[in-house]
């Protein structure tokens, strides 16, 4: 069956640290790609997403994410976190074959020490 | 854009007891979807809409849990008997057509006593 693995499910790093959070999903076909971010409070946003092209896909408030299709991975990046990005981070993966799923990770919690 | 609206927000109700939630896309959106959110894990799909068609609903389980959307555009999802591991976040998103990415709504809080 499909699944979508965070390994890291707490995250704690200081203001200006980088940041990599891993994803790793289990399918051998062809994927769409999403890293989505619910602030404290809020509901879950749309980070940035990778339907197919150039691996390395940027999207909103400097994070990028970069899609190795040889291991399977879709690890979300950011340079210098801010105290702002504290929030629960989710992977979610879109099978595009047959009767397509969408599969979320179950999400890792970052918090950034100001 | 008006967002995807959800309500309520929140939802207290005693085991055995039933609830519905509702939920109205983006105007214009055709595919609406229901997640199931248990604190400490990821959204789980209950069930996904092409407007007023079932596309999947593989992990609903139906013997409490019933949707519909009617005319295709808003959307009730209803838990009927409730237990206590219904206890969840009840989220509704909707997308333009299947590949992108979703809007979700704020979500329902639902607690079961």
């Known amino acids: 069956a499909q699944s979508v693995s965070q390994h890291n499910h707490h995250v704690i790093l200081s203001e200006a640290a980088s940041l990599e959070l891993g994803c790793n999903y289990s399918y051998g076909g062809t994927v769409n790609l999403f890293w989505y971010v619910q602030y404290p409070g809020q509901h879950l946003q749309l980070l940035l997403k990778y339907f197919s092209g150039d691996p390395l896909v940027k999207g909103i408030k400097g994070f990028e994410a970069e899609f190795i299709k040889s291991k399977f991975s879709f690890n979300l990046r950011k340079p210098s976190v801010q105290w702002s990005d504290t929030a629960e981070y989710f992977c979610?993966?879109?099978?595009?074959?047959?009767?397509?799923?969408?599969?979320f990770g179950t999400g890792t919690r970052l918090k950034v020490l100001a | 854009e008006a967002g995807v609206a959800q309500s309520p927000r929140y939802k207290i109700i005693e085991k055995r007891q039933s609830v519905a939630f509702w939920c109205n896309p983006i105007?214009?959106?055709?595919?609406l979807y229901w997640y199931q959110q248990i604190l400490g894990q990821g959204p789980k799909l209950l069930i996904q809409?092409?407007?007023?068609?079932?596309?999947?609903d593989s992990q609903l389980p139906k013997d409490r849990f019933s949707a519909e959307r009617l005319k295709g555009v808003d959307s009730t999802l209803k838990i009927q008997p409730a237990k206590l591991e219904d206890s969840a976040v009840y989220l509704c998103?909707?997308?333009?057509?299947?590949?992108?990415?979703?809007?979700f709504g704020s979500g329902t809080r639902l607690t079961v006593v």
């Open positions: 809409f092409q407007n007023n068609g079932v596309v999947d």
């Open positions: 998103a909707s997308s333009l057509d299947t590949g992108d990415g979703y809007t």
């Open positions: 979610a993966v879109k099978t595009t074959s047959g009767t397509y799923k969408y599969i």
């Open positions: 105007s214009g959106h055709a595919t």
